[in-house]
């Protein structure tokens, strides 16, 4: 007799979702001593003030269960900081609810508005949370290719974007700038998007983690979505602190949208985690009111270690897609005699002791990314500096 303790566990709509590919590649790092620009995690803190609001919370007894949506004053640094910098106006008190980082706001959004078998349109290669949320709803994922275009970035066929909205489409989830390609969605692609939306009374999700790290040379800066027309009251905006502030490890996010999509979020999210981070939340409260020199700084700081690995892989050989924002750059591995992302980046410790994510991994269309890295760059100048002297070493 088959018994439970023979059998794998999971649930079968999970199985398809392994251990993530920064697992796999952050212990190939441990294990062979290579510079991981893998993970996309900064090895600098962010802002000393914050770091000590956050110290100070923890040691004035701010320890125990915040407020179901938040604490009254990170609600209220979130709905000032997109007055401030999108013209966007959200109310504290059922507009805003803080989650455990964006993660949970995606997951949750999507578990309160999919039925099973409710379609969710996405671009790819995506972040890999998305693909695991929609199949834990039941829902049903309808992906749009991101590609090269030959200039050095990404962009997807109107066509194909249309031809992914259909009937059951529920909601469209949109990341701009966007991981791992770096693009930045321009005026005429929102323009499209919220189109869609509207004839097909959908929803939007806008994953807007990046929305500060937007470099001066791109070809457009980053606009909400939720500022096109018709839009504020079908899109769920969802940003976080983790890249911002450079906290990744504290996962505080939130999202904004109309009452009723932040209350449908809530119901759902408080039964994954109730609530968290409570001493954090006002010290993140504190960093969103930060002077404009603190966002600009820490986007021209991001914008100089992107040049320079850009620059080192270019010298390396690789065929370089260069960002307009993020934490991230892709290459292209053809001309350093590679055929596969995954197998390069497998040999790469190996061969000269830097990791990289293959982006193949994040398409249903692996072909499309087949050859596709991605690269963080979000470490110290000297970190970079290494790496590069390295994959230099590599290619010559
Ligand atoms: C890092 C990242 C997240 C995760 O944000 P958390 O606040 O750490 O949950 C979500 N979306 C994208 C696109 C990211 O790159």
């Given at each position: 007799?088959?018994?439970?303790?023979d059998?794998?566990?999971?649930?079968?709509?999970?199985r398809?979702?392994?251990?993530?590919?920064?697992?796999?590649?952050?212990a190939?790092?441990?294990?062979?001593?290579?510079?991981?620009?893998?993970q996309?995690?900064p090895?600098?803190?962010?802002?000393?003030?914050?770091?000590?609001a956050?110290?100070?919370?923890?040691?004035?007894?701010?320890?125990?269960?915040p407020?179901?949506?938040?604490?009254?004053?990170?609600?209220?640094?979130?709905a000032?900081?997109?007055?401030?910098?999108?013209?966007?106006?959200?109310?504290?008190?059922?507009?805003?609810?803080?989650?455990?980082?964006?993660?949970?706001?995606?997951?949750?959004?999507i578990l309160?508005?999919?039925?099973?078998?409710?379609?969710?349109?996405?671009?790819?290669?995506?972040?890999?949370?998305?693909a695991?949320?929609?199949?834990?709803?039941?829902a049903?994922?309808?992906?749009v290719?991101?590609?090269?275009t030959?200039?050095?970035?990404?962009?997807f066929?109107?066509?194909a974007?249309?031809?992914?909205?259909?009937?059951?489409?529920?909601?469209?989830?949109?990341?701009?700038?966007?991981?791992?390609?770096?693009?930045?969605?321009?005026?005429?692609?929102?323009?499209?998007?919220?189109?869609?939306?509207?004839?097909?009374?959908?929803?939007a999700?806008?994953?807007?983690?990046?929305e500060?790290?937007?470099?001066?040379?791109?070809a457009?800066?980053?606009?909400?979505l939720?500022?096109?027309?018709?839009?504020?009251?079908?899109t769920?905006?969802i940003?976080?602190?983790?890249?911002?502030?450079?906290?990744?490890?504290?996962?505080?996010?939130?999202?904004?949208?109309?009452?009723?999509?932040?209350?449908?979020?809530?119901?759902?999210?408080?039964?994954?985690?109730?609530?968290?981070?409570?001493?954090?939340?006002?010290?993140?409260?504190?960093?969103?009111a930060?002077?404009?020199?603190y966002?600009?700084?820490?986007?021209a700081?991001?914008?100089a270690r992107?040049?320079?690995l850009?620059?080192?892989?270019?010298a390396?050989?690789?065929?370089?897609?260069?960002?307009?924002?993020?934490?991230?750059?892709?290459?292209?591995?053809?001309?350093?005699?590679?055929?596969?992302?995954?197998?390069?980046?497998?040999?790469?410790p190996?061969?000269?002791g830097?990791?990289?994510?293959?982006t193949?991994v994040?398409y249903?269309?692996?072909?499309a990314?087949?050859?596709?890295?991605?690269?963080a760059?979000?470490?110290?100048p000297e970190?970079?500096?290494e790496?590069v002297?390295?994959?230099?070493?590599a290619?010559?």
């Open positions: 007799m088959t018994t439970t303790t059998v794998d566990p999971l649930v079968a709509r999970m398809p979702f392994g251990t993530t590919i920064f697992a796999e590649m952050s190939l790092a441990v294990r062979t001593g290579a510079v991981n620009l893998g996309g995690f090895d600098t803190d962010g802002p000393p003030e914050m770091l000590a956050a110290a100070e919370a923890l040691r004035s007894g701010q320890n125990q269960y407020p179901g949506p938040g604490v009254p004053a990170l609600r209220a640094a979130v000032a900081h997109q007055r401030r910098f999108w013209g966007l106006e959200y109310d504290p008190d059922g507009e805003i609810v803080v989650t455990a980082g964006a993660t949970e706001a995606v997951a949750a959004a309160a508005l999919c039925e099973p078998g409710d379609e969710v349109v996405c671009f790819e290669p995506y972040y890999d949370s998305y695991a949320s929609i199949a834990l709803a039941g049903v994922r309808r992906p290719t991101l590609r090269p030959g200039d050095g970035r990404y962009a066929d109107p066509a974007l249309r031809a992914a909205f259909g009937p059951r489409t529920r909601l469209v989830l949109l990341n701009s700038p966007h991981n791992p390609t770096g693009k930045v969605f321009t005026p005429d692609e929102l323009a499209l998007v919220a189109e869609l939306c509207r004839e097909h009374d959908a929803y999700v806008t994953d807007e983690v990046y500060h790290l937007v470099f001066t040379d791109a457009a800066p980053h606009v909400p939720a500022t096109l027309p018709g839009m504020r009251e079908r769920l905006r940003s976080s602190a983790g890249k911002t502030f450079s906290c990744t490890g504290w996962k505080v996010g939130w999202a904004s949208g109309p009452a009723a999509l932040v209350s449908a979020v809530l119901r759902v999210k408080q039964f994954l985690t109730f609530v968290n981070a409570a001493p954090l939340q006002p010290a993140v409260a504190m960093a969103l930060l002077p404009d020199d966002f600009t700084g820490f986007r700081e991001l914008q992107r040049d320079q850009v620059d080192g892989l270019t390396a050989g690789f065929e370089v897609l260069s960002p307009e924002g993020t934490y991230f750059v892709t290459a292209d591995v053809t001309p350093l005699g590679g055929r596969d992302g995954v197998e390069f980046c497998r040999s790469l190996e061969r000269c830097v990791v990289a994510v293959p193949q994040f249903d269309d692996a072909e990314g087949r050859r596709l890295v991605r690269f760059f979000c470490k110290r970190v970079i500096a790496a002297t390295r994959l230099r070493r290619s010559a």
